[in-house]
Each structure stands twice: as structure tokens, then as C-alpha cells.
């Protein structure tokens, strides 16, 4: 993984239905199960055996008019930091308006490669009006149409030849990559140098192959991972620190760059729905998860029952997924940072188990005969067997049934949760697939 491309524009010129285009290939794979609207804004897109991540800027407006300019502004100035390159959609039946000559300006200034996309254009008589477009200053405009697909391979072909090749990274194999993620103000830079104490001189940075993932390798007290930073060298920003879509493009490089995934909550604010928004990115690339409420020292009822509550809303918000584990600590105060370091190395454990087939089948096969799934027009399902899928990034298991297709979520659900019962996968992913024998 590694490179990021972002769709910006002034409202109703197609981004969605662009973004949509580009990674429908995916979105068969990342499941659509309840989440929130904004979901669709974050996809991958493989074309031509290379995979980028594509972000739509324009689900994170505030649908008002008079911030509704400065918004769109202040996500283009976001984009142009966080992403390696930027889609800039027009449309073509409108024309040219002085919006788009706004955004040109702001693009233009950039170091990064633009690509000035008119949509809309859905038949050859319609490729004259690209003409005008020129006036941006921003190179030849490529003509598309995303609501039919037409000119979107050349797009994607020129996409690639745009995007900086992702330069193999001198990362040794095998060593896990933690990645400290949350909104902004969750301690995520205090927690990092908690990890890493003042003794910086045993921390050896490695740049990224992205442009701004710096691992840190930490090699002490019997641990060995790397720290993905993508906080590493970023100047304080002009855009105002709490734009949501900021705290997601942050996350974005860091999540895909990591195994494990530690989710820092602020103990004074509880969850909020930007915390749920890095959840959704963590559980849509698979990562294996690590919560870390911090501030706590500055929670005046540390009672056993205050704990319970505090654990079970946060699980209860990112259900289904609740076999995670929650570690209350203080950066600040360095309570129980080292836990948290020794939970992270343990879910990555977790997410290498291997189970053998006879002990699956064994365990599994008496429990789904006790509850089998439910019938379906008189027809009875069986699973008759189950196995792991050796050598996959997260544990991933096949029922083989006799009628798969009439096996829904709720039971799958409660297959996993056996499997989860009997053995330690906390933390991880697991993959279920049911198959026909």
C-alpha cells in the first residue's frame, strides 16, 4: 500500500459517483454493514496489479452556506498535505465557474501532481467544452464520464504513471509495526514518547516509503516493533486541528502501515463520532485492535464499576467487533504505558494463531449440531467440516455446508464468537467463509 489519491471540487460535479467508479471493485469486499454515512468516502482501488487508497473530499461538508466556501477551502488545503496526488474534478455541462478558479489557485501553489478531470462529458460532441478548462493552468484536462465509465481507464492510467512508485522500504520482515492512532488531542504524541523515554538514542528512524510514515524501531526491555509516526515531521498546520476529515486523512497512511492498531481514547470525552470514524478505517484494512483510554489520572471515579461502564459503551459502540482488549492509562503520569506495549505484541500473536484442523472440528462441530443454523424453506443446513486457511494476514476460517448461500450474518456472527470462545484471538480480525463442500 502506501499511496493516497484525493478527489476534490466544488459540490455536484460527480465525486461521489467518481470515488464510487474507482473503488467499486472493492466495494463488494469491504462489507457494508451499519456504519457511518460516511463510510464511502475511503476506498482502494487496484488497477493494473497496483492498489492506491482513494479518498472523496466531499462527504465531509458542513451543508451551510456561508462556512460552505471556507470548508471546501480549508479540506483542499488538508488534501494537498495528506495525499501523493489529487484527482481535480470539474463539470463539464456547467463550465467553467470562479469556484473552480479558487481551487485552481490553491492547486497550483501545490507541489504535488494534479490532474484536472472534466466530468459529465458523455459523448464526443461534449469534448469540445474541455477547451475552457485550460484557463486553470493546470495542464491538459482529461474528459470523463463517471456515471457511465467512459475515460475513466485512461484516468487510471495516468494516475499511475503520476503516483510516486512506493520505493521497497528497508523494514526488516517480520517485525510488528504498532501504529498509535485517534482524533486529535488524545495524547497520541505523549503516549509515543512515553514508549520511547528519553532514551532516543536507541530509536533509529527509518523513513517510510510513503511520504510521511516514519518507523521507529523501539529494541528494549525484551520488545522488538516498529512504531508507525506519521505525526513525525508535520508542522503545526493553518487548518484548524479539530476538521474531522483532518483526523482521518492522519490516520489513513498510519493504519495501513501498521499491524496493530493502538486506539487512543480521551478518558474526559468518552467516544465521539471522529473516534468511530478511525474505528471504521482500522476495521476496513483489518487491523488488529488495541484500545487505550488515556487521561485517566484525570478521572475522579476510578471505581471497578466506573471501569465496567466505561468498557462496556465503548464496546457496545463498536460492536459487533467486541473481543478487543481496553487498557485504561496515562501518558502523563506513565501508568500502565508498558501494559499497553505488552497487550499490542500479544494481539499480535493473536493474529498468527494457528489452529488445527482436527482440534476445529473437534471443538466446533458439537456446538453447531447443538445450534445448527436456522432452516430455510424447509431445508436443513449442515456444516460438516472446517478448516484454517494457512498463510493469510488475519486468521480466516471455511465452513464447508451443503447450502452456504443460506448461511446469514447473525449465525456467522456466532460462529466467530465460538471460535472465539475457545481460542485467544483478541485483538484480531478473523475472516469466516462458508463454502460448499
Not at 474534478?89 to 507541489?111: C, E, H, M, P, Y
Request: hydrophobic share 40%.
Amino acid at each position: 500500500m502506501g499511496s493516497l489519491v484525493a478527489i476534490v471540487g466544488r459540490p455536484n460535479v460527480g465525486k461521489s459517483t467518481l470515488f464510487n467508479r474507482l473503488t467499486k471493485t472493492r466495494q463488494a469486499i469491504v462489507s457494508d454493514e451499519a456504519g457511518t454515512t460516511r463510510d464511502r468516502q475511503y476506498g482502494h482501488c487496484d488497477w493494473n496489479g497496483r492498489e492506491f487508497s482513494v479518498v472523496d473530499t466531499g462527504g465531509w461538508v458542513v451543508n451551510s452556506d456561508d462556512i460552505f466556501e471556507e470548508e471546501i477551502r480549508k479540506q483542499v488545503m488538508v488534501a494537498t498535505e495528506e495525499a501523493d496526488l489529487l484527482l481535480f474534478l470539474v463539470d463539464g455541462q456547467n463550465g467553467l465557474t470562479d469556484w473552480d478558479s479558487d481551487v485552481a489557485k490553491i492547486l497550483r501553489r501545490t507541489k504535488l501532481p494534479v490532474i484536472l478531470v472534466v466530468n459529465k462529458v458523455d459523448n464526443n460532441e461534449d469534448l469540445y467544452v474541455s477547451g475552457e478548462f485550460y484557463k486553470l493552468g493546470l495542464g491538459d484536462p482529461v474528459c470523463v464520464s463517471a456515471a457511465t465509465g467512459s475515460g475513466t481507464g485512461d484516468l487510471l492510467d495516468l494516475v499511475l504513471q503520476k503516483l510516486p512508485e512506493g520505493s521497497g522500504s528497508s523494514l526488516e520482515e517480520g517485525i510488528p509495526r504498532f501504529a498509535v492512532v485517534g482524533r486529535p488531542n488524545a495524547g497520541k504524541s505523549s503516549i509515543i514518547n512515553a514508549f520511547i523515554g528519553e532514551d532516543r538514542h536507541i530509536v533509529t528512524e527509518i523513513a517510510g516509503t510513503t511520504r510521511d510514515s516514519i518507523y521507529t524501531r523501539f529494541d528494549k526491555f525484551g520488545f522488538d516493533f516498529y512504531l508507525v509516526d506519521t505525526a513525525g515531521i508535520r508542522r503545526k498546520n493553518k487548518v484548524n486541528e479539530d476538521l474531522e476529515f483532518y483526523s482521518v486523512m492522519r490516520s489513513i497512511r498510519a493504519i495501513e502501515n501498521s499491524d496493530v492498531c493502538i486506539l487512543m481514547l480521551d478518558a474526559t470525552r468518552g467516544i465521539e463520532a471522529q473516534d468511530m470514524n478511525i474505528f471504521q478505517l482500522i476495521q476496513k484494512n483489518q487491523k488488529s485492535l488495541v484500545v487505550v483510554v488515556n487521561k485517566w489520572d484525570l478521572v475522579e471515579d476510578k471505581s471497578q464499576k466506573a471501569i465496567t461502564y466505561f468498557e462496556d459503551t465503548i464496546r457496545e459502540h463498536l460492536a459487533p467487533f467486541k473481543d478487543f482488549p481496553v487498557i485504561f492509562a496515562s501518558a502523563l503520569t506513565k501508568q500502565r504505558i508498558f501494559r499497553v506495549l505488552e497487550t499490542a505484541k500479544q494481539v499480535y500473536l493473536n493474529r498468527k494463531v494457528k489452529i488445527g484442523t482436527s482440534k476445529l472440528n473437534e471443538v466446533l462441530l458439537p456446538i453447531i449440531e447443538a445450534t445448527p443454523p436456522p432452516s430455510i424453506k424447509g431445508k436443513y443446513i449442515k456444516i460438516k467440516y472446517i478448516s484454517q486457511v494457512p498463510d493469510t494476514q488475519i486468521p480466516t476460517f471455511v465452513f464447508y455446508a451443503n447450502l452456504p448461500q443460506y448461511i446469514k450474518e447473525p449465525y456467522k456472527r456466532f460462529l466467530e464468537n465460538k471460535i472465539r470462545e475457545n481460542w485467544t484471538l483478541t485483538g484480531s480480525p478473523i475472516n469466516l467463509f462458508i463454502r460448499q463442500k
